[in-house]
């Protein structure tokens, strides 16, 4: 069930990443609130696929931009098409997260891992968070409001369980987290209270969102080893993560500010 907030009716929300599993929910649920929607992927293929998938009565509020935030350029210009299309930004989500050009690469043992997918990894989980934060929040900071939400990730805020991995699968890929993608999503929440001690006196909060693992293809292995570290006994519903993103988007949240909102079942809390 969707919480209402009719203060986010026509609030602008530039989401990036909104093709993907958490962003495709995360576009659903804005829509039944009666936000303006502009969603930013990488992939064009996906975005044509989102587009299609809208009722018809949200087509007229939710817009794409096909664009790669990992470019440092590029933030600024889909900031300014936004600019063009609606005349000012309410809420950012940073959503977008990369796997690299190369699953294969990506699940790499750490003493093996290529430079380029390194940085492949922290381009767009990190250094395209905050580009596209900077480019947004000096419009917010010009109007004196808006909101900022990044999406981290559990392996921010603690290790990877290695026993996790053994016989486990992903879409068929042999399941690891390297390191890039744990230092990426703990940088991301350094920025996160970073941002939001620097120009929350100015009227922007910048807030984060701390998934536990959601069930997304992998096989009933890792779905089995993962529940069994949970208090909850089970992997999230990508709803419940995107609701949480929906309270810190929403005006229900407004004296939480620099704060990490976990939503892990209590996996961090043995």
Not at 1 to 26: E, P, Q, R, W
Not at 78 to 103: E, F, M, P, Q, W
Not at 211 to 234: C, H
Request: charged share 15%; with cysteine.
């Amino acid at each position: 069930m969707t919480a209402a907030y009719s203060d986010l009716t026509d609030k602008v929300v530039v989401l990036t990443g909104g093709a993907g599993l958490l962003g495709s929910c995360l576009v659903s649920l804005l829509t039944v609130q009666h936000s303006t929607v502009v969603v930013v992927d990488v992939n064009q293929s996906a975005l044509d696929q989102l587009s299609k998938s809208l009722p018809q009565s949200a087509r007229d509020t939710v817009s794409m931009i096909c664009a790669d935030i990992s470019t440092p350029t590029v933030p600024m210009e889909v900031i300014k098409t936004c600019l063009d299309r609606h005349g000012h930004i309410d809420v950012l989500i940073n959503n977008a997260a990369s796997k690299s050009d190369n699953v294969t690469d990506f699940f790499t043992s750490d003493e093996d891992f290529a430079a380029e997918t390194w940085r492949a990894v922290l381009a767009t989980n990190l250094d395209g968070a905050f580009f596209m934060s900077q480019a947004a929040g000096r419009e917010m900071l010009g109007q004196g409001h808006g909101n900022i939400v990044n999406i981290a990730s559990i392996y921010g805020i603690v290790g990877p369980d290695q026993r996790l991995y053994d016989g486990s699968e992903y879409l068929g890929h042999q399941i690891s987290t390297p390191a890039a993608y744990s230092a990426s999503k703990a940088g991301l929440l350094g920025l996160t209270r970073h941002l939001a001690t620097v120009w929350g006196p100015r009227g922007v909060r910048v807030n984060a969102v701390t998934p536990g693992g959601i069930e997304s293809g992998q096989n009933d292995r890792f779905q089995k080893s993962y529940g069994a570290k949970v208090p909850l006994g089970r992997m999230a519903a990508v709803s419940e993560i995107a609701n949480a993103v929906l309270f810190l988007v929403s005006e229900q949240s407004l004296y939480l500010n620099g704060h990490n909102l976990v939503v892990d079942g209590g996996f961090s809390a043995w």
